[in-house]
């Protein structure tokens, strides 16, 4: 059975710093890994989506990476806002469509003006 | 564009009461749908998906069922609800080409 772990469950940066956000998983045989992002009583936004044959993902400041032989992703945030004040969770997916994707408990990121 | 919309955003139930959260999408045709619950300080649990109409499975054994009465409608249902059925319900959606997962803005339901 596959288990997401994000760790820490809480991050506090000062604005401007870089950050990376950490995910870990135990079956490597994933066929995608996802980060997304949720504000405080909000459903979840898309943010990055690898497949497994891809090492990483860039959007804007957000670059999430994927080394599936050590079961990690990271998300790299450049230039923290405050507007960057989230929780930020990773799935990860077994096969195609998205039936199985498994959640982790996510990372609360407090962006300090 | 695609839009995904979910209602109610908050529901305060007695014990015992009735449930129908909906969950509707427009901008697309023969979505994969699902149902998530999120417990506070725990991860998303799937409930159920739906591949097509008429066409539900489900995860986890528990006081709930869904239905999907249209391509683009799907329900969330109990006949009596559980304190334990208390949490954030979210709707999401697949595309047939679009591996990313998209969510409603999700229910606060809160059983007393």
């Known amino acids: 059975k596959q288990e997401v772990t994000q760790i820490p469950a809480a991050l506090s940066v000062p604005e401007g710093e870089n950050l990376v956000l950490n995910c870990s998983f135990t079956?490597?045989?994933?066929?995608?890994l996802q980060w997304f992002r949720q504000d405080p009583g909000k459903g979840l936004t898309s943010l990055l989506l690898?497949?497994?044959?891809?090492r990483e993902q860039t959007s804007g400041r957000l670059n999430a990476s994927l080394d599936k032989s050590s079961g990690r992703s990271t998300l790299y945030i450049a230039a923290s806002q405050p507007g960057d004040s989230a929780t930020y969770l990773c799935?990860?997916?077994?096969?195609?469509?998205?039936?199985?994707?498994?959640f982790g408990t996510g990372t609360r990121l407090t962006i300090i003006p | 564009s695609q839009t995904i919309h979910q209602w109610p955003a908050t529901l305060v139930q007695p014990v015992g009461s009735p449930l129908s959260l909906e969950c509707t999408v427009e901008g697309t045709s023969n979505p994969n749908l699902y149902w998530y619950r999120q417990a506070a300080g725990r991860g998303l649990q799937l409930l159920f998906y739906?591949?097509?109409?008429?066409?539900i499975s489900s995860e986890v054994p528990q006081n709930l069922s869904a239905s999907r009465p249209q391509d683009r409608q799907f329900i969330l249902s109990s006949k009596k609800l559980l304190l334990s059925d208390s949490g954030f319900y979210l709707c999401a959606w697949q595309g047939a080409d679009n591996e990313k997962l998209f969510f409603g803005s999700g229910t606060q339901l809160s059983v007393l």
């Open positions: 079956d490597s045989a994933i066929y995608n």
């Open positions: 690898i497949q497994s044959s891809q």
């Open positions: 739906s591949v097509g109409i008429g066409q």
């Open positions: 799935a990860a997916g077994p096969g195609f469509g998205n039936e199985k994707l498994t």
